[in-house]
């Protein structure tokens, strides 16, 4: 495998990078003490050309694939967890889907707004009672005349208060099991749809966690998504790519915490010395880095795999259950190599670290990955 990225893949990563460091940084804590949602950097993303990075150009995006996306996702979670997620969800959960499965009227006018920035997408597929077993669920679909009629309650729904556009899953058939569900496109604005709590939560505040309900929603027959009866295979390809975004983000978090340690390390003195020349230290350093070069290069494999065109379920999988665990240990060091000063919010190993766990908890739990692993190793 040829670990190098092609001169555009490592022009744009350096943009981001730029922009991140310049833009997003100053305003990390600030942005989750006030549980924001920066919509002046999402703005900021679309003229960078990025909110649609491995979206295909004739649809308003980049068409620079699973890599660069992946590039770009770590470097938003570099300096911003939060933002990152956002990100995340719009690109990979809210516009491929519509890329993949959808209409050409409907790419037209649902996928280019996000792909171009203009708008912001959600994707609700988790409910109250669901939990792991996603496919469990009460939101149904009914039909309507020339439609259909939506009714239920989605929970733990990213960007839901602030989407233009939000991807739902809801029963269709309730005695076809996982032929029994689809996919509809529904906006905010359609009557009955209502984003009722924003969730406060350990960390990632400035991406609004929501809940939301729909009461009698109606939506138009051109608003299903694919075929009815494909939400659920729908659901499973969608996810082989969005964990390949949350290992990126994990690998971003890591690297972000493991450069706040390193440096503090170089410039704290105790003893007349550098912390960083002392054993324990300095080895703490040398495995964190080791974590977040071993998970970038499991994200690398899984995203150059998708963009092949190969079938990528345990890559993926594997790439996020280690992605996700390396970013809480690495985070988790970061505060431990600051000290009493990691532990306050002047600086960002904390933030870090309450960011990192719900990368194990999100998009699968790491007991999920490790039952999808084991099935594609038949165990």
């Known amino acids: 495998m040829d670990f190098s990225l092609s001169p555009e893949q490592r022009m744009i990563r350096d943009q981001v990078r730029e922009f991140a460091e310049e833009e997003i940084e100053p305003i990390a804590q600030e942005i989750e003490d006030e549980h924001r949602f920066p919509a002046e950097i999402f703005d900021q993303l679309g003229e960078l050309d990025v909110m649609g990075a491995p979206i295909a150009e004739e649809y308003g995006g ?125 906006d905010p604005d359609d009557d009955g749809f209502e984003a009722t709590t924003i969730w406060d939560k350990m960390g990632l505040n400035c991406s609004p966690t929501c809940e939301i309900k729909l009461d009698d929603v109606y939506v138009p027959e051109d608003r299903l998504l694919g075929e009815e009866g494909e939400g659920w295979t729908q659901t499973m390809k969608t996810l082989d790519g969005g964990r390949i975004s949350i290992a990126a983000l994990s690998t971003g978090l890591a690297q972000g915490a493991y450069e706040a340690a390193e440096s503090y390390a170089r410039d704290r003195e105790q003893f007349g010395k550098p912390i960083s020349k002392f054993d324990a230290i300095r080895d703490k350093l040398v ?4 974590k977040t070069e071993r998970a970038r290069l499991l994200t690398h494999k899984a995203a150059s ?36 000063y990691g532990y306050t919010e002047d600086f960002s190993p904390q933030r870090y670290y309450r960011d990192a766990k719900l990368m194990e908890i999100g998009e699968g739990t790491s007991e999920i990955q490790h039952l999808v692993i084991g099935r594609e190793l038949g165990l």
């Open 287 to 290: 495995d964190m880095h080791r």
């Open 62 to 186: 980049l068409g620079g694939g699973q890599l660069l996306y992946a590039l770009i996702t770590e470097e938003l979670g570099r300096v911003s967890g939060g933002v990152g997620l956002s990100y995340a969800a719009h690109v990979s959960l809210a516009s491929k889907p519509i890329e993949m499965f959808g209409t050409a009227a409907q790419k037209e006018e649902w996928l280019e707004p996000l792909a171009t920035g203009e708008e912001i997408g959600a994707w609700a597929l988790t409910e109250p009672e669901s939990g792991s077993d996603a496919s469990d669920m009460d939101t149904v679909a009914e039909p309507d005349g020339d439609g259909w009629v939506l009714n239920g309650t989605k929970q733990f729904i990213t960007n839901a208060s602030e989407a233009n556009s939000v991807l739902v899953k809801a029963v269709t058939d309730p005695d076809a099991g996982y032929d029994g569900i689809s996919t509809f496109v529904v």
């Open 305 to 340: 795999l998708y963009d092949a065109g190969e079938r990528v379920t345990e890559e993926s999988s594997l790439a996020k259950l280690d992605a996700s665990e390396a970013a809480r240990e690495v985070a988790e060091d970061a505060v431990q190599v600051l000290g009493g």
